[in-house]
């Protein structure tokens, strides 16, 4: 190889006209080298040379050992050990080659770890992350956590904020439909920070997998999910700004009496910040809000009461378990798979098209069973033991004084339980839960257990001038117990007068 000033020689002497055959003489080189530098240029580098190392069979296993955070003092231990090819050479040049090979690994790093910013279409992008207050400065109640679920445009800069006690997945997807109502569109893409209630992890090829229940709400309102790529700082990061904007914007220097007042300043702070002009676009987010309400997706009508889809079978007892809580359906459908929407007060479930129950919503965990008598009406027609017991079952639903009446009913009144309880539960529906309890409750002071017994108290014509004719109760052995009787009615008729003269 010609050195630089051989080669600047060779070609001086090209330009004076002499030929390759006598400027390879005077040079001391062949020909066919003196041709082939006259083609390149006179301060071309010299090609480098690779040295094999005794290293080099090791490169991939001490690549994955860096990734793995192992010290240089564990790979020396681990190729010397190796029982296959060990190591024998010294410790520095041990160190060394594991320096360059890390030096070539942060650099490849830093070129891929680029940050590639880029601004999004109009409703392309709706960004969206939860923050958390540990000990929230409330004045007027126990300081205790508060989340709050944030969601920004990243076209108009558009903030929408909502305060919760939870991050559970039923929260984050109600949160996200009350997003959209606000906004009257759906954006195309939301993107999350990899959140375990919308993502469970990765597949083989590093593709997020969705949960079901995102997958669900993703199809009936038409957006793209999309999880931020793990070890993307500048994805990662434009979300969690958001969490960090909200914080050092709207808590510094507000105190807040209760969770309603701190609703109200949420809501004030986000029209103004929503008004002013943003630092990113130099326009207010309300203003470009306009231009991307007509690129969004339309709002479903189920928008207004969205049910949480979920698939359930129902047991041998025509029960479908849901939230923590049992509800029936007809006994015709036992066994078969139902479809669930679990609205924000409802619960509906669902066979194929059909709508094959519907419940008022009991709090999630509550263990309680949810009954539509006319669900067991085919079985309850063979078996009226089971009639009484399922009436007495959802009497003891009404709380207030009725476990303690029921319980002691069906301690005096084994005998004739049966007749009794449907007795109770006609007066039930005719009366109401209201009267029949405040019945029960003047009925068990005066120790008169029986449906006769509420039955007198409930037909009675109360609250009119007259004296009240004498409490009759049939059966009963002594004056005693019906002069207890009369005192409960009495009763009665003064709470009925009262409540009537303040209603005036």
Known sequence: MLRQMERSTAHLLSKRGKSIRRIA??????????????????????????????????????????REGLSVVRMLELVRGDPDKPYTGSR????????????????QQASADVPMRFEGLPAEYLQVDWGEVRSFPFTQQACSRRYFLCCRLKYSRWVWVRWTQDMRQETLLR???????????????????????VTSGRDSSGQPVWTPALLQLAGEFGFHPQ??????????????SLVKWVKGNLLPGRSFTDDADLEDQTADWLRYAN??????????PTERLEEEASKGGVLPPTAGDYGLLESRQISPEALVAVAGNRYSVPVEHVGAPVTVRLHAHRVRIWRDTACVADHPRSPDGARERVVKVAHFEPVLRRKPRARAMLYREMLLGLGGRAPAYLSALSRRRRDRLGEEILGVWSLYERH???????????????????????ALLLDSPLGRSAPAPPLELPGVPTQNEVDRQLAAYEAWVRVDVALEEVTR
């Open 432 to 454: 109401g839960a209201a009267d029949l309890l405040a019945a029960m409750a003047l009925a068990n002071d005066a120790g008169a257990y029986g449906a006769d017994a509420l």
């Open 175 to 197: 949160g996200l439909v009350d997003c959209f109502v606000a906004l009257g569109w759906v954006p195309w893409v939301l993107v999350f920070d990899n959140m375990k209630t």
């Open 92 to 107: 520095s040049h041990f160190g060394e080659y594991v320096h360059r090979v890390r030096r070539e690994q942060q650099q």
């Open 25 to 66: 003489e005077e040079l001391g080189r062949s020909p066919t080298t003196i041709a082939k530098v006259l083609k390149e240029p006179v301060d071309r580098e010299p090609a480098p040379r690779h040295r094999q190392s005794g290293l080099d069979p090791w490169r991939p296993q001490i690549q994955g050992w860096l």
């Open 227 to 240: 999880a931020c790529d793990p070890g993307a700082a500048n994805q990662k990061g434009s979300v969690e």
């Open 275 to 284: 008004a002013r002009a943003s630092s990113a676009t130099g326009a207010a």
